[in-house]
């Protein structure tokens, strides 16, 4: 085993001890937020919560979980961010496989129309009234009208574009079509990359608030527009004289637990995807 000089044990040591620092201040968040969601009111109104539960309370998870109103939100949330995904994907890949082949015509036109799309928009009023002209007010629209995001096609066209062109050549000598390229040889190539391109819609969509808050309402409400508006009326309701046996904040800070356990889920299992798929946009063109 060869040893190390002393600049190289220093460097060690410190790397490792910056990389656990910024572990914890990162996991601090939250284990302060599930502290302070099972702490009870006294301590979590006074601002008594640094890192430990005090005097335990589940309330706040009793009342969250009990919520119709809830799991509705919560299954909307599942399906804007699943076909939502899909959707986008779909635009993603096709698009990407597209604008990566040089024999597209006025292929230069179309990624200049598409990265213009990434400098200028029209603003946010504007977009809001064609959404509303449109009809967008419902999950299903809400889907289709934003499935499309420039910057993860680009990313995907890059990375197309560095896989080798013998691969297609070879495919298209043994009668492959454009659709089989595709499927067969592009995606199956390209895994790390789409997974990790497919993350990004989905946090997205999992966290998307500010277009979802303005289009769409009622049973159609994801869960981050349901937390905002309950929390929202919870409070003027307290403002009235509504008393709780437990903290408008450790209800908050439950409905926070709550929204993120499929991520925390989910995430782990993607993470060798993602970190394999980090550099997707660092192939020229």
């Known amino acids: 085993m060869k ?3 002393k600049s190289e044990i220093v460097f060690k040591i410190l790397s490792y001890g910056i990389l656990t620092i910024f572990a914890l201040c990162c996991l601090y968040p939250f284990i302060f937020i599930l502290s302070s969601s099972i702490s009870s009111k006294s301590a979590v109104d006074a601002g008594k919560i640094v890192l430990w539960p005090i005097g335990f309370n589940l309330k ?3 009342f969250v979980l009990g919520e119709k109103q809830f799991w509705l939100s919560y299954c909307n949330t ?3 961010t699943m076909y939502g995904t899909l959707v986008s994907m779909l635009v993603a890949i096709t698009g990407a496989y597209a604008l990566s082949k ?3 015509m006025f292929r230069r036109g179309f990624n200049f129309i598409l990265s213009f799309t990434m400098w200028f928009g029209a603003g946010m009023i504007p977009t809001l009234q064609n959404f509303l002209r449109f009809g967008v007010t419902n999950r299903y629209m809400f889907i289709i009208c934003l499935g499309f995001n ?4 680009i990313l995907l066209r890059n990375y197309f574009s560095g896989i080798p062109k013998e691969i297609e050549e070879a495919a298209t000598i043994d009668g ?3 659709f089989q390229i595709l499927t067969k040889v592009y995606v199956p190539m390209s895994k790390s990359s789409i997974i990790t391109v497919a993350m990004f819609f989905a946090v997205s969509r999992w966290n998307g608030y500010l277009w979802a808050q303005m289009l769409l309402s009622g049973s159609d409400q994801p869960l981050t527009v349901y937390i905002k508006v309950y929390l929202k009326n919870i409070l003027a309701q307290i403002g009235d ?12 800070y439950a409905f926070i637990v ?3 356990i499929p991520i925390i889920v989910v995430y782990p299992k993607l993470q060798k995807y993602f970190a394999a798929g980090v550099n997707v946009g660092g192939v020229k063109e």
Do not use: K
């Open 176 to 178: 492959a079509t454009e």
């Open 150 to 153: 420039a910057f993860n096609i």
């Open 78 to 80: 599942f399906f804007i």
């Open 241 to 252: 004289g509504l008393v709780l046996d437990y903290s408008v904040y450790a209800l908050q």
């Open 102 to 104: 040089t024999r597209l």
């Open 60 to 62: 706040t998870y009793e």
């Open 3 to 5: 040893r190390l000089d």
């Open 258 to 260: 709550c929204s993120i």
